[in-house]
């Protein structure tokens, strides 16, 4: 019988190992941000307590905690939208879209997902506007603090942009006719099953 002819490793990769690639770069980032957000979160509930100490218990007044707690939320809830996304976390009417073929199915959900990349993409144009507005004139809230305002602002084109690549991954899948929630369950578990060997190396 005839053998398979190896592939060099300089020759490129076929085109669906590519958007394979692509696609697991994508949910590694959204991966990463997810844990982002969830530890602003955490750091947010810290700072809190420790505010409540503060004034109730030491009787001291406070500077930057309240300040800190708002920046940190709004944070966490902007970068952890491709998290929220990938994993389909958000609130989702699927009574339409079960009446519909596959093929109509999909172009519902390539719609539906354009319509969603030119929102994000407006709000991430205007985010990255008040980030360089708030940058070239050093601009400083109206504070005790005082913060630099393009700091929590950066998180805003940040946020989105990743948002945008979450949902361009999305929209690629449904163009290829990939079922999201197969794959999105099978790198999952392909995480998992990372993680449990990594632990076992290392005992």
């Known amino acids: 019988m005839p053998q ?29 941000f997810g844990v982002i957000s969830a530890c602003m979160i955490m750091l947010s509930v810290l700072i809190t307590c420790q505010m409540i100490f503060l004034r109730k218990v030491l009787g001291e007044s406070t500077i930057w905690q309240t300040e800190m707690v708002v920046y940190l939320i709004i944070a966490a809830t902007i970068l952890g939208t491709p998290y929220v996304q990938m994993t389909r976390g958000h609130v989702n009417m699927d009574f339409i879209p079960s009446l519909l073929s596959d093929s109509r199915r999909r172009i519902l959900q390539s719609s539906t997902t354009i319509l969603t990349l030119i929102v994000v993409a407006i709000m ?60 999105v369950a099978k790198n999952n578990t392909s995480l998992n099953q990372n993680t449990q060997a990594g632990v076992t190396d290392n005992v």
């Open 124 to 183: 991430g144009f205007y985010g990255m506007e008040s980030f360089l507005y708030a940058w070239h004139r050093n601009l400083t809230s109206d504070t005790i603090w005082g913060v630099q305002l393009w700091i929590p602002y950066s998180v805003i084109p940040i946020g989105f942009a990743t948002m945008g690549l979450q949902l361009v991954s999305d929209l690629v899948l449904y163009i290829r006719g990939k079922d999201i929630n197969d794959y």
């Open 4 to 32: 398979d002819t190896p592939i060099s490793p300089s020759a490129p990769l076929p085109k669906d190992k590519r958007w394979d690639t692509f696609h697991r770069i994508v949910h590694k980032v959204s991966m990463v």
